[in-house]
């Protein structure tokens, strides 16, 4: 903003019959206003905001970084954990079947058929909960990192 430009213009009459013409501009530029000297107080809160922009980046980038660490090793705890179930779920899987070939022979109590059915029936739903947290983590890691499919079998 400028303030108190003042244009003028002056003729005076020369010997040799030209028209002279001479003009002038005033110009005042404010050295002082709301701004503070030369708009220092804006150029500064311009600077600070710029600033807190860039280190608020940082952070998100970093607070990123530490969500994906943390998605990757839940996902290898997932991993461990679908194999020990599915071992687990394949050990008692036999052994129902080990009493269902003893019920006909009679040396299989009812009791133990129930606790290996129970048992069966547990390891494969610890089993499939294992696997569903497991895809649940790679579906977060890939909204975190931007993918739409990582690759590989889903089970």
Known sequence: NYHG?????????SAN?????????????PLVGPGG?????ATETVAIARDQA??????RGAVDQASIYSLLTLIKQDEFAVANNRQSFEESAKLLDALFAQLSSKT?????????????????LALTDAMLNHLNDKLNLQALIGLDHMGGDYY
């Open 37 to 41: 000297l030369f708009n220092g107080r």
């Open 17 to 29: 019959s030209n028209l002279d013409v001479v003009a002038s501009v005033s110009l005042t530029i």
């Open 108 to 124: 299989t109590s009812r009791l133990e058929l129930r606790d290996a059915v129970t048992r069966a029936r547990d390891t494969e």
């Open 5 to 13: 430009g003042t244009p003028s213009f002056v003729t005076s009459p």
């Open 54 to 59: 860039e280190l608020s980046y940082q952070d």
